[in-house]
Structure formats: C-alpha cells, structure tokens
C-alpha cells in the first residue's frame, strides 16, 4: 500500500471538514478475509503480550476504518441476516488464497494487513500500553507468516514496512477523523455482570440445567465446577465477538449481557427463581436489554463459530496439501 497517496476517506459524511473526503466506498472483504484479518491480530497483539483491553481496542479501530472504507460511515447495523453466506457456504473458505485474492483485491490500494497492523499499534497507545514499531512489525509479520516465511530481518523490506506503518498510522486517524479515544468496552460491564450475579447466586445455590435436587449425591460439586468455569468461559467468548463488526453495532452493556447469557447456558448453570420470575435476570441489569437485541447478538456469535469450524478445516486441508 502506498500511503502517501492514500485516498481520501468517506468519512467526511461525519465530519465535513475532513481533508480525507469524496473516496468512493470500497468493495467489502470476504467474510473469510476479515475473520483471518482479525484472527492475525488478535494473535500478534497476544505475541505482544498486550492486554486484552488493548486487543479489543485495536480490533475495534480496524472494524471502524473497515467500515469507513466500504460504507462511508461508522452507523450501526444490528440486523445481519442469519443466511449470512460465509455460513452458509456461498463464501466458502476453500482456501488461503481466496483469502488473499479478497485482501488484495477488495479495498483496492489500501493493503488491509497494513491497516489491521496500523491498528494494533494505534490500540496500545489508546490503552497506554506503547509498543515499539519494530515489535509490532515483527509479531504481526511472524504471526501473518508463521512457518510459510523466514523471521523478518531489519534491511530494505524492514524499513519499507515501517514507513507504511507510520503513514498508514496518520491515515488511519485522518480516516476517523481523530476520534480515536479510549472506546467503552463491554469488558467492564461483564466483569460488573460477573460479580453482580455469583453474588447473587451465592455457594452452592446455582444449580446445573436439568439436575434433579432430590437425587443422591446431588450436584453441589458439578454446580461448584459450572460457577467456577464461568467467568473464563464468559471472557473466552466475549473475546470472539471481535471476529465480527458487533461491537460498532451494539452497546457495550447489551454485548456483555448477552455473552453472560449465552455463557450461562453453555456452563449448563440456571439462575435460581429465573424460570418463575416475571422479570429476567438481564432485564434486571439493563432497562434498554430486549430479548430481541440477546438474540441478535447470539446469533452474531453462532455466526462466527460456524465460520471458525470452517476456517479450522479449511486450515486442516491447506496444511494436508502442503504435507
């Protein structure tokens, strides 16, 4: 990508006085391109050891210009349909090179590796946590590459890569228009959720799905077991909801709740009285929460796992090939 003449951005749909403006929207990645995209950052920015905090933010700033570039604004889009074809197989991940044939050639001159890589070093320094130039271009070229290339040394290709990184870092806030601050994460509020409502169950009173009470050796250990699994089953998934662009979509409270619901259904663990009450658990945390908006976000999740066991097969068979 050459960022020094990197077109202008439609972002000026948000802010007129943008000297990036009248870019046409570009067409979209695959849906297979941006989960591979992501899935490249999240893994370097865990090379750099950064936090999940700050992963989330890189994430969210490489969704936001995504978005930007192929719709020219950052509005919300909450109704995905559920057919959407990269589940359903119309965008099969056949293989790498459809990925790469849609990275090359879906956002024209602008080389979308560089701006996921751009945002990963803007997002350390949303959280304060700076990384070196030379770190961020060595974990994300190591972690693109893995085995297929050797270690990036410093010399020509080196230097080429971080000159793009810091042009690509400037249009990159040019592109948002410098509103690039600390984003609200659903992160808080799931921890806030978490702790809220293991106070409320209290020990030993959450009970698995479908445990008889009155059975022998009941299910104080297996409840136990459920509760303490949890919260890291919880985090696990609210991490994978960067696979998809939910977080330009949704409020952050209304993500945590419903991953919190979908983690308490897979931990098997029903809230006591939740069956019988006229109000539900969620409802109670947030008054905006309908079930229409934790069944949208959840079948947003499903989505991304039907890709991801598409993308590990995909992967299987790429890596049989080359065997």
Known sequence: MSTREAPASVSAIRNPNSQLAGLAPRPPLSDAALFSLVLTVRE???????????????????????????????????????????????????????????????????????????????????QEEHQR???????????????????????????????SLVQTELFLMRLLAYHVRRPSLPHPYLVHYLHSLLHWVGKGIAQPCGSDLS?????????????????????????????????????????????????????????????????AWWQAISDSLSREIVEQIQLRVMDIYAVDDKFKASSMKNFADEF
């Open 133 to 163: 130039l030379r770190d961020v271009i060595v974990s994300y070229y190591r972690t693109l590459h893995k085995n297929r290339r050797s270690p990036l040394e410093v010399g020509e290709d080196y230097d080429r890569l971080r000159e």
């Open 44 to 126: 370097a920015g865990r090379r750099l050891a950064m936090s999940d905090y700050a992963i989330a933010t890189a994430c969210t700033i490489l969704h936001r210009a995504l978005r930007v570039l192929t719709t020219g604004d950052e509005q919300p889009n909450p109704i995905v349909a559920t057919s959407n074809s990269a589940v359903n197989g119309s965008d099969a991940l056949s293989g790498f090179d459809s990925i790469e044939q849609s990275c090359k050639h879906s956002l024209g001159d602008i080389d979308p590796h560089t701006i996921a890589m751009a945002s990963l070093s803007l997002g350390g320094k949303v």
């Open 215 to 279: 059975a022998p050796g009941n299910s104080v250990n297996a409840s136990a077991i459920a509760l303490a699994r949890l919260p890291g089953l919880a985090w696990s998934i609210l991490a994978d909801t960067y696979q998809s662009s939910m977080c330009l979509d949704f409020a952050p409270e209304h993500i945590a709740a419903a991953v919190l619901h979908l983690a308490l259904r897979i931990a098997g663990v029903e809230i006591p009285g939740n069956r019988h009450s006229e109000m």
